[in-house]
Structures are given as structure tokens and as C-alpha cells.
């Protein structure tokens, strides 16, 4: 099993371009969620997801969008990139179970908007 | 609104002495509670989890938790340091009312040599 990927590893856009991270998962997993790290901050939960055409809005949503179509894909996309963006990316998968099993990470994307 | 609470940005101890990392929570309903690990340049990788039952949890790497309803904690500790156990350390939340799992700020642990 490859785990959670995530493409690319680094990013680097102008303000107002769009991009799309992408985060693909090999577990059969049912969640999936994303979050941006920024020093100080922490992890902050941008949209997850609890099954394909489910997705819902954590604390930090402005600015992305989500979808999923497939159990193993959930992109996130950036539709005008702002420097507030700047950002390391994580996407993580977990089997529902009642929300009790573990978070799985993908590798992470470093994103910075000039 | 769910939230987590990481009080020390950063801790220090010295090797072969006993650690603790402090985390409290706010949620409605039962806590499900998380600790994860991040070394440098890492994606995050899972120490321990509380769901029920007993309120001591062990996990990974000779960490364990303990798991306070009255005091809404969940501090994370291990009996001797090791050099290796320097790195940056999550708590995380989960109501069994909703799906969403909230981080907190996160605690850089130092072990000095």
C-alpha cells in the first residue's frame, strides 16, 4: 500500500492563480480531510470528508474548494491564490469506525504564493 | 465548538528524565482524544488515542496519556526521555457528536543531551 499521496511536494503560484492539490489514498479509507500548517497555528482543518459526494466545512474554509467523486480522491482547490495561503498542506484518510480510528498523513505540499 | 488547548509552545527536558507534554479539550458530548508526532520535514504519525474504558492509554515509542474528565485533560508523558522523542507533538479532538477532528497549536519538545 502507497498510503496517502499527495501531489506536488511544492508549489510555488502568483496571486490569483488557481491550482489544485491533489491527495489519493489506496486504504478504502471513508474519511479524508485536509489541513494547512503555519507556525504558530498548528494544524487547522480546512474541509473533510466522510464518503464520496459527502464534504463539509472545518474551521478554515474560505478560499478552498473540495469534492469527491471517488473513495480514493479528495483534491482541494485553490481557486485565486492569495499570499495568506502560504502554507504546508497536509491531507489525511481514516476508516470511519465511529470516527475512533487514526488519522493517516500524507507527506505534505509546500505551497507559497508570491 | 470544539477546541484543543496546547498551553507550552516549547518543553525542555533533560535526557533519562520523565517528560510531560499538557493538552486540554473543550467538546460536547464524549472526547475522542489523539496524539500524534511530527519530526522535521514529516507528515504526522500516531502516538496513542483515548476512546473508553481506561483512562491510562499507551502507545507507540513507550508514551502514554492520561485521560482526566474532570479536568478535561489529556497530557501526554513518558517515564525517561530519550534524545530521539525531540520533535513536535499534537493533541487532537473528536466529538462523538460531529466528524471533525481539531488540532491544537502543537508542542515542540527539546531533550537535552
Known amino acids: 500500500n502507497a498510503g496517502v499521496t499527495q501531489t506536488p511536494k511544492f508549489q510555488v503560484l502568483k496571486t490569483g492563480q488557481s491550482m489544485t492539490l491533489q491527495c489519493a489514498q489506496d486504504m478504502n479509507h471513508e474519511y479524508m480531510s485536509w489541513y494547512r500548517q503555519d507556525p504558530g497555528m498548528g494544524l487547522r482543518l480546512i474541509h473533510y470528508s466522510v464518503g464520496a459526494g459527502i464534504t463539509d466545512q472545518g474551521e478554515v474554509p474560505n478560499g478552498y474548494n473540495v469534492s469527491r467523486s471517488t473513495t480514493e480522491d479528495f483534491p482541494l482547490r485553490l481557486l485565486s491564490a492569495a499570499p495568506s495561503q502560504t502554507s504546508v498542506y497536509f491531507c489525511?484518510?481514516?476508516?470511519?469506525?465511529?470516527?475512533?480510528?487514526?488519522?493517516?498523513f500524507g507527506p505534505g505540499t509546500r505551497l507559497t504564493v508570491l | 465548538a470544539q477546541s484543543v488547548a496546547q498551553p507550552e509552545d516549547q518543553v525542555n527536558v533533560a535526557e533519562g528524565n520523565p517528560l510531560t507534554v499538557k493538552c486540554t479539550y473543550s467538546?460536547?458530548?464524549?472526547?475522542?482524544l489523539f496524539w500524534y508526532v511530527q519530526y522535521p520535514n514529516r507528515g504526522l504519525q500516531f502516538l496513542l488515542k483515548y476512546i473508553t474504558g481506561d483512562n491510562l492509554v499507551k502507545g507507540s515509542y513507550g508514551f502514554e496519556a492520561e485521560f482526566n474528565k474532570s479536568q478535561t485533560s489529556f497530557h501526554l508523558k513518558k517515564p525517561s526521555a530519550l534524545v530521539s522523542d525531540s520533535a513536535l507533538y499534537f493533541c487532537a479532538v473528536r466529538s462523538a457528536a460531529n466528524d471533525k477532528i481539531i488540532f491544537g497549536k502543537g508542542t515542540r519538545l527539546h531533550i537535552l543531551p
Open positions: 467538546v460536547s458530548g464524549n472526547p475522542y
Open positions: 489525511a484518510s481514516s476508516a470511519i469506525a465511529g470516527g475512533t480510528d487514526t488519522q493517516y
